[in-house]
């Protein structure tokens, strides 16, 4: 692994199933972003986490839901998949909380139909 | 509310110069970040300003105004591959990025 993976790269869901999006880097960094993208619109921010074991709410988070029980790992759950959650999901990670440079994991695009 | 506004489209030809401009009105202000995102691809950062001025990497520099609320990233010697999207970002009072929706740069021979 170099950097930041995410899995899958696509994925067409029904409406009402859960998803989990998983995010994976080796460069021990302490914080993790989860992001959605869409036509038009910035990335915005949905959880984050400053460290392992510590997650917050960004700007979008309802409906989905995160874990860090490890360094390495940020998995991100949509428990009940809704049609607006069609979009473009990038998982990114920084040294720490403030660092100037964020990296991101190639996303995964998510159809909900 | 926190706001970041950019163009949504330029066209340039290959071989001249390009800015695009950003203002930014957001709680706080922890730096301005530009980012690099090809279609189909994850962004990738270019620069970083916290203090007004200028901040020239190469073919790419970035300027910042905290005052005005405005950054500009300028492109020299455009080559086809920097055809992309540019990404400008913010970081607010709670460290976290405020971004624009982009600018989908075109390069035109």
């Known amino acids: 692994i170099a950097g930041i993976t995410q899995a899958p790269t696509s994925q067409i869901l029904a409406a009402g199933r859960r998803m989990t999006l998983r995010c994976t880097q080796d460069?021990?960094?302490?914080?993790m972003y989860w992001y959605r993208q869409d036509l038009g619109l910035g990335l915005r921010l949905i959880h984050y986490s400053n460290t392992a074991g510590t997650t917050g709410k960004g700007e979008v988070p309802d409906g989905y839901s995160v874990s860090r029980a490890n360094t390495d790992d940020f998995p991100l759950t949509l428990a009940s998949a809704v049609p607006s959650q069609t979009s473009v999901y990038f998982c990114?990670?920084?040294?720490?909380?403030?660092?100037?440079?964020?990296?991101f994991g190639p996303g995964t695009r998510l159809t909900v139909t | 509310g926190q706001n970041i506004d950019q163009p949504t489209e330029m066209t340039a030809t290959e071989g001249a110069i390009v800015q695009i401009n950003c203002t930014y009105q957001t709680s706080g202000f922890n730096g301005l970040f530009w980012y690099q995102q090809h279609a189909g691809e994850a962004p990738t950062f270019l620069s970083y300003?916290?203090l007004d001025g200028l901040e020239e990497k190469g073919r790419f520099s970035s300027f910042l105004s905290r005052s005005k609320g405005y950054s500009y990233l300028l492109l020299k010697e455009l080559q086809m591959k920097d055809s992309a999207s540019y990404l400008c970002?913010?970081?607010?009072?709670?460290?976290?990025?405020?971004w624009g929706a982009g600018t989908k740069l075109i390069i035109k021979p």
């Open positions: 460069m021990r960094h302490n914080a």
């Open positions: 300003n916290v």
């Open positions: 970002a913010v970081m607010d009072s709670n460290y976290q990025l405020i």
């Open positions: 990114a990670s920084s040294e720490r909380e403030g660092s100037y440079e964020q990296y």
